[in-house]
């Protein structure tokens, strides 16, 4: 599967972005699908995961509440709505897809898309 993320940008703290992944191929359902971000000089870390279904979701603690992952199996795309930006969420943000449910390791995901910049300022 081959995935491509869009939607970044800059916004304010407090603000609202929401996050495209769109897929490509046939096996779109066969997987989970996840974000991920890494801010400058820090390591890749999980944001949230999607179920193949879509009915089950997981979330890192940070973006708990905040954030809400989705997908469309129609138009094979994932999405992240992330409302109540904080200055940390600043971040190059990327998708991936696992066939492992709440898959948070990077080395868990087979397939990547590539990344989108989301820029909070204070």
């Known amino acids: 599967v081959q995935l491509q993320a869009s939607g970044g940008g800059l916004v304010q703290a407090g603000g609202s972005l929401r996050l495209s992944c769109a897929a490509s191929?046939?096996?779109?359902?066969?997987?989970?699908l996840g974000w991920f971000r890494q801010a400058p000089e820090k390591e890749r870390e999980f944001v949230s995961v999607?179920?193949?279904?879509?009915?089950?979701?997981y979330y890192a603690d940070s973006v708990k509440g905040r954030f809400t992952i989705s997908r469309d199996s129609a138009k094979n795309t994932v999405y992240l709505q992330m409302n109540s930006l904080k200055p940390e969420d600043t971040a190059i943000y990327s998708c991936?897809?696992?066939?492992?449910?709440?898959?948070?390791?990077?080395?868990?995901?087979?397939?990547w898309g590539q990344g989108t910049q989301v820029t909070v300022s204070s």
């Open positions: 991936a897809a696992t066939t492992q449910w709440r898959a948070t390791m990077p080395y868990e995901y087979a397939y």
């Open positions: 999607v179920s193949r279904s879509g009915s089950l979701t």
């Open positions: 191929g046939r096996t779109f359902s066969s997987y989970e």
